[in-house]
């Protein structure tokens, strides 16, 4: 594969342009990847789906297949002079000679299965409309011109399923030659189902639109399907076993999504900007795809390119609802993991790349998935265990951009009340017991409910979801100064928080164990009774030791027990 080149940095930088012909017939900046379409079209495969992380150049990538293998585009060579893929005399004699099917389900963001539905709908009838004109040759029959006058926004369920295939099946005959396909972001009304609770109903449709599409389709000369997710063959390509799955963690095409760190830094240099490396680096590299390590952020080096600022450009593009909603209800066991990850460690866990959307809510290998896909972390390593060569992923968090979006996630849980979460936290850190629970009883009044998903909850399932989550919004607020532990042991028991002092911090702040427990009327009598228990608990199992251990003085370390019954909290010391 080419070395992928910065080409003319100087030029102007065209932010949120997806349109290759665009970009180049304007002379805009650009990296050349057009080396991505030597080793797609060599490889020789049907069907492939490569899964990418958000803003990392999938759709660019699938205009730029569009402009150089579609008939709409023969003669536009001038497109990729001085590109890498122009240099091969074989690739410039097949440069505009397909018929192209490129469409999108970036839009398709409905709430319900009756409007997803109809949206896909709405863009294959728009694709029909481009090729209106063809019908009128004369080898198409009355049945055929029928059949494409059967594709409407109204149209049943069978006839959308099969439109993609009929269409290539029109081109093909029209054009003499096979179709190729490009469905550009397949997964995202696949989230938006899970999330809006249609998941079921519409991958039934999919399924059913796929294996017409991509399995059974006689005129499919090659198709590439591109999204953050691989969603698992069962649920959406049965059947469909011509299909190569490229994920973040597959070789194949490693550095044509994304920048590398030889094109940012020539970026860099060409730009003026050269003493900014250390920090762009820090920010923005971090991503692994395959053994292909110093990947970049494509849209927030364009960004950071175009404005000259450091700023969390992709963390700010979307509003990660569907990791936040995950990581909120997640067990204490995952929480732990995220600590121990926002701390700037590592964790060593086995997951399935295969994304079941059905069992996110039962099987936390499923999210780990998700966080690897969508970029959120990075594979450091993988170790293959036993017999069965099972892999186990060594992740850590990606960069300091993603380090501030999960730390603005975990405010955003508490934004309801975010001034009374901010004077709990001074008011703890000060030792100030009245407006700790003055303003922990706020806090908690306006997030329990957020923190309970349970379809039955129960008094003792919301406080214990909302702790675990409180957790980590606290590290946001003080991992500067604090190292944050939970439900870790110590003496001769598991604390439930425990805020540790950072060694390099001056100030002498105090060590701080938390207790929590749930009244039970059963065996207290008073909520003051449980917050006593939970201290008592404190001092008998000893959870002072790791502290002790590490050279801080009884006289710097606080005890709080936390009583809560419902939306009702009370602290003690």
């Known amino acids: 594969m080419g070395l992928n080149k910065v080409t003319n940095t100087a030029k ?20 050349d990847k057009t080396s991505f ?36 585009y023969a003669d536009r060579g001038d497109l990729f002079n001085g590109l890498s893929v122009w240099d091969d005399e074989r690739y410039r004699q097949i440069q505009g000679t397909y018929p192209v099917i490129f469409l999108s389900f970036a839009e398709i963001k409905q709430t319900d299965y009756k409007s997803a539905l109809q949206k896909i709908k709405r863009i294959i009838t728009a694709l029909y409309q481009q090729y209106t004109d063809i019908m009128e040759w004369e080898k198409f029959t009355e049945l055929d011109r029928i059949q494409f006058g059967k594709v409407t926004p109204d149209m049943d369920d069978v006839t959308a399923q099969s439109a993609i295939q009929d269409l290539c099946n029109y081109l093909s005959r ?29 991958t039934a449709f999919l399924r059913g639109m796929f294996n017409s599409t991509f399995k059974t389709n006689p005129y499919l000369e090659r198709a590439v399907m591109t999204g953050i997710t691989r969603v698992s063959k069962e649920s959406m390509f049965s059947d469909l076993n011509n299909l190569n799955v490229v994920t973040t963690t597959s070789d194949e095409y490693s550095d044509s999504f994304g920048f590398t760190e030889e094109e940012v830094f020539a970026a860099l240099d060409e730009l003026g900007l050269s003493d900014r490396k250390t920090d762009v680096k820090k920010w923005y590299d971090g991503f692994t795809f395959g053994g292909h390590r110093d990947i970049y952020n494509p849209w927030s080096i364009i960004n950071f390119l175009d404005k000259k600022q450091l700023s969390p450009y992709w963390a700010s593009t979307s ?13 204490s ?19 399935d790349e295969q994304m079941v959307f059905s069992q996110l809510d039962t099987n936390e290998s499923a999210v780990w998935s998700l966080l690897v896909a969508g970029g959120y972390l990075k594979v450091d390593n993988v170790e293959y265990r036993g017999l069965l060569r099972k892999p186990w992923y060594n992740l850590s968090v990606t960069n300091l951009e993603t380090m501030s979006m999960f730390s603005d996630m975990f405010l955003g849980w508490f934004s309801t009340s975010n001034s009374h979460y901010n004077d709990f936290v001074k008011a703890l850190l000060k030792g100030s017991l009245k407006e700790m629970n003055i303003y922990m009883n706020d806090v908690a009044m306006y997030t329990f409910s957020s923190f309970d998903t349970g379809t039955q909850p129960s008094g003792k399932s919301q406080p214990e979801r909302f702790y675990h989550g409180f957790v980590l919004g606290l590290l946001s607020e003080l991992r500067d100064v604090y190292e ?4 870790r042991e110590s003496g001769y028991g598991r604390y439930d928080v425990m805020l ?30 449980t917050a006593k228990a939970a201290l008592v608990q404190i001092a008998e199992k000893n959870y002072d030791a790791e502290l002790i251990f590490r050279g801080i003085g009884a006289e710097r370390i606080r ?15």
């Open 37 to 72: 379409i030597k080793e797609w079209w060599s490889s020789m495969d049907i069907v492939t789906l490569i899964t990418r992380p958000r803003r990392f150049g999938k759709t660019l990538n699938m205009s730029m297949l569009n402009c150089f293998f579609s008939n709409r």
């Open 500 to 529: 540790i002092p950072i060694k390099s911090d001056d100030r002498k702040l105090n060590a701080i164990v938390l207790e929590f427990k749930v009244h039970d009327a059963d065996e207290e009598k008073t909520l003051e009774d």
């Open 484 to 487: 944050i532990k939970s439900n």
């Open 559 to 573: 005890h709080y027990g936390f009583a809560f019954e419902g939306k009702k909290v009370l602290i003690m010391e």
């Open 174 to 202: 029209y054009y003499g030659k096979k179709v190729i396909v490009i469905l550009d972001e397949y997964d995202t009304p696949v989230q938006e189902s899970y999330v809006h609770g249609y998941w079921g109903e519409f």
């Open 12 to 31: 102007r930088i065209s932010i949120g342009n997806q349109d290759f012909g665009n970009i180049r017939e304007n002379d805009c900046f650009y990296i």
């Open 333 to 351: 066991e995952m929480k732990m993991h995220m600590e121990e990850l926002l701390n700037g460690g590592t964790v060593v866990v086995d997951f």
């Open 319 to 331: 509003s990660n609802g569907l990791v936040s909603k995950l990581l909120q209800t997640a067990s």
